[in-house]
T-cell receptor
């Protein structure tokens, strides 16, 4: 079974509107971390936001927030006030505490296009 | 602050040739990783290293070899390149093995095997 699932097709949003990118995960480890990365067309991977499984509040970083629903095993990224520069591929990733190697498991990504 | 660099950024090679992709980080991070990115697969871990002289296989290690004689360097070698190894390769590093430790990525190497 996939550990990280990102099933949305290419997403489109109007500039200045909010958009939610979905991510569901699967783990039996009670301690884990969830990450979102952005990959613009230039190719680099940019860390956006982190949510820990024991964190009481949803993570926020500027225009990025994470809608963390632990019981549903979802960690959706919300981008508020979209900008043209937000057009990119977005990856959800997870690290489990029990993992002996600190590795991240990535989803397949979602393409976001912001329309002017 | 150079961070994490990869070289070359682009490489074209032929089937059967040996290719080495270099990764260098200036943060003295303990952990280093090699991923490959292919359309429809996201990023998949090839190899990782917890410290100098400590390496281990990831999800897709076949056809690759790594070494880590110094903390700051983590080269990835394709011993006999195949067309299926055409991909974008990312090196990453992190300081600790904790759940919340962010991995920082290099700019990537685009490899084409003809």
């Amino acid at each position: 079974a996939q550990k990280i699932t990102q099933t949305q097709p290419g997403m489109f949003v109007q500039e200045k509107e909010a958009v939610t990118l979905d991510c569901t995960y699967d783990t039996s480890d009670p301690s884990y971390g969830l990450f979102w990365y952005k990959q613009p067309s230039s190719g680099e991977m940019i860390f956006l936001i982190y949510q820990g499984s024991y964190d009481q509040q949803n993570a926020t970083e500027g225009r990025y927030s994470l809608n963390f629903q632990k019981a549903r095993k979802s960690a959706n990224l919300v981008i508020s006030a979209s900008q043209l520069g937000d057009s990119a591929m977005y990856f959800c990733a997870m690290r489990e505490f029990a993992g002996a190697n600190s590795k991240l498991t990535f989803g397949k990504g979602i393409t976001l296009s912001v329309r002017p | 602050d150079a961070g994490i660099t990869q070289s070359p950024r682009y490489k074209i090679t032929e089937t059967g040739r040996q290719v080495t992709l270099m990764c260098h980080q200036t943060w003295s991070h303990s952990y280093m990783f090699w991923y490959r990115q292919d359309l429809g697969h996201g990023l998949r871990l090839i190899y990782y290293s917890a410290a100098a002289d400590i390496t281990d296989k990831g999800e897709v290690p076949d056809g690759y070899v790594v070494s880590r004689s110094k903390t700051e360097n983590f080269p990835l070698t394709l011993e006999s390149a195949t067309r299926s190894q055409t991909s974008v390769y990312f090196c990453a590093s992190s300081l600790f093995r904790t759940v919340k430790e962010t991995q920082y990525f290099g700019p990537g190497t685009r490899l084409l095997v003809l």
